[in-house]
T-cell receptor, first 114, second 113 residues
Framework: GAGVSQSPRYKVAKRGQDVALRCDPISGHVSLFWYQQALGQGPEFLTYFQNEAQLDKSGLPSDRFFAERPEGSVSTLKIQRTQQEDSAVYLC????????????FGEGSWLTVV | AQTVTQSQPEMSVQEAETVTLSCTYDTSESNYYLFWYKQPPSRQMILVIRQEAYKQQNATENRFSVNFQKAAKSFSLKISDSQLGDTAMYFCAFGNQGGKLIFGQGTELSVKP
């Protein structure tokens, strides 16, 4: 596609519900990143993939958060047993490789846990 | 660990005037990149300008330019001839070779007619 595509754009989940957020990176992009942005804050790093390999998951806030990219393209961020503090915008970004190339962001998935 | 600090939560400027947004960072690395991103209400992060730390020359993109002071670990953004469409949140970000970005808290810029 022309840009990074994320779905759903908006999600309201009841506390305790599991959610799955999808990211379609730009075709051919090797690197894929997930960020969490709480209201009024800057984005915070969650995890990073290079192709299908998850090279860094140091930002995942708890074991309720899980990300995968099984075929090195589409990625899914799964949050189990959602809590109110999980309410945030989840941003996905991709780049053709490493940091020397421009990182392109999607429009984000807005998650509200009630 | 790297940190990025934006000390101006809000700024305003009159249309056609110039405004400077401040950013400082802390790192022990010698090779890294610095970025300014614009985030409109849609929440999509749009790259405004980037600077490679090994380059002494300040980056420029049309009306946007930076003042990169490596020794002082300072990276400010200057917007010239401000336009109404420049109204947005602006984030300063640090990136290393691993690709992960560390963002500041953001500065909300309002351009007034």
């Amino acid at each position: 596609g022309a840009g990074v595509s994320q779905s759903p754009r908006y999600k309201v989940a009841k506390r305790g519900q599991d959610v799955a957020l999808r990211c379609d990176p730009i075709s051919g992009h090797v690197s894929l990143f997930w960020y969490q942005q709480a209201l009024g804050q800057g984005p915070e790093f969650l995890t990073y993939f290079q192709n299908e390999a998850q090279l860094d998951k140091s930002g995942l806030p708890s074991d309720r958060f899980f990300a995968e990219r099984p075929e090195g393209s589409v990625s899914t961020l799964k949050i189990q047993r959602t809590q109110q503090e999980d309410s945030a915008v989840y941003l996905c970004a991709s780049s053709s490789s490493g940091l020397g190339n421009t990182i392109y962001f999607g429009e984000g998935s807005w998650l509200t846990v009630v | 660990a790297q940190t990025v600090t934006q000390s101006q939560p809000e700024m305003s400027v009159q249309e056609a005037e110039t405004v400077t947004l401040s950013c400082t960072y802390d790192t022990s690395e010698s090779n890294y990149y610095l970025f300014w991103y614009k985030q409109p209400p849609s929440r999509q992060m749009i790259l405004v300008i980037r600077q490679e730390a090994y380059k002494q020359q300040n980056a420029t993109e049309n009306r946007f330019s930076v003042n990169f002071q490596k020794a002082a670990k300072s990276f400010s953004l200057k917007i010239s001839d401000s336009q109404l469409g420049d109204t947005a949140m602006y984030f300063c970000a640090f990136g290393n070779q691993g690709g992960k970005l560390i963002f500041g808290q953001g500065t909300e810029l309002s351009v007034k007619p």
